[in-house]
């Protein structure tokens, strides 16, 4: 069974920066397919960015258009976490951000972590 635990979420002022963090633990993350989603007040959870498993160790980053350019997601396969990156914040970005992980019918969420972007 897949835990995931986000962290690194919190309050940041507009333009600044926040590097959320996925731990996976119970068992190895290496052929899921790994994503971030966010939901704010009100409104459906989204995707941010996913982290698509293609063979072996080789995954490629896909990104909702509201975040591209700003938003970088990687995984360190060594310590089982995935991160996400996320530059020049907008307070537009503010939301719960929710780690997942899916495979085959598999599929894990994380608790989320909140980000609070202020203008």
């Known amino acids: 069974q897949v835990q995931l635990v986000e962290s690194g979420g919190g309050p940041v002022q507009a333009g600044g920066s926040l590097r959320l963090s996925c731990a996976g633990s119970?068992?190895?993350?290496?052929?899921?397919?790994m994503g971030w989603f966010r939901q704010a007040p009100g409104r459906d959870r989204e995707s941010v960015a996913r982290?698509?498993?293609?063979?072996?160790?080789?995954?490629?980053?896909t990104y909702a258009d509201s975040v591209r350019g700003r938003f970088t997601i990687s995984r360190d396969h060594a310590t089982n976490t995935v991160y996400l990156q996320m530059n020049s914040l907008k307070p537009e970005d503010t939301a719960m951000y929710y780690c997942?992980?899916?495979?085959?019918?598999?599929?894990?969420w994380g608790q989320g972590t909140q980000v609070t972007v202020s203008s």
């Open positions: 982290l698509r498993w293609s063979g072996g160790l080789k995954y490629f980053p």
């Open positions: 119970g068992r190895t993350l290496e052929g899921y397919n």
């Open positions: 997942n992980a899916y495979r085959s019918g598999d599929e894990h």
